[in-house]
């Protein structure tokens, strides 16, 4: 058996680093993309807003599995076309934006006007006063929200199969038809859970850093 997993691992890994990529750039790009669309949806002009309300609700309203093979599979009738790997990213990316920009927009509504006046006061700057109160705040209130949605990025990726890329799981299901063993897909598992279990622990961190915002 130490001998089966141990041939197993290399190609195991190599899923595994697909899987951690995507996750990484999703998440790198989506968060500060998030933040944008939760200021846009709060803006006074009415036509940003009209707009990212439907980018929102389209993004929310279907399942990320058709979002992937409609980027892949449906932009190159209209002649828009982007290998595998990006389009997966845009898909990710472009969803993941649109739910981290609610749960920032509700941050951002639970904070006190009292704050934004006072902040006025003071002579700050809008931009000065986001970053320095309001930011620090919000995420406070947003980081449990957050970690599901990380959480839930790690197992979304694997998703990715319909374009044909080599994630995690895809390995572990290829291994297992090939070797009639649910041995692989047991690995699967066990590397998931270590995966979620980090990230767990980074957002109880995190959780710790930011309790002095009582």
Known sequence: MIDYIIRLMPSMLSGLQTTLEIFAITLIVSIPLGILVAIGRQSKIKPLVAVLQV???????????LQIVFIFFGLPIIGIT??????ALIAF???????????????????DKGQYDAAKV???????TFKRIILP???KIVLPSIANEVITLVKDTALVYVVGLGELLRAGKIASNRDASLTPLVMVGV?????TALLTVVFQKLEEKYAYYQ
Do not use: H
């Not at 472009?94 to 904070?111: K, P, Q, T, V």
């Not at 590397?191 to 995966?195: D, G, N, S």
């Open 55 to 65: 980018y929102i609700w389209v993004m929310r309203g279907t399942p990320l599995l």
């Open 82 to 87: 982007f290998d595998r790997y990006p389009a």
């Open 93 to 111: 990316i472009l969803n993941y934006a649109a739910y981290f920009g609610e749960i920032f927009r509700g941050g951002i509504e639970s904070i």
């Open 122 to 128: 003071l002579g700050f700057t809008p931009a000065k």
């Open 137 to 139: 705040q919000m995420i």
């Open 191 to 195: 590397l998931y859970l270590v995966l």
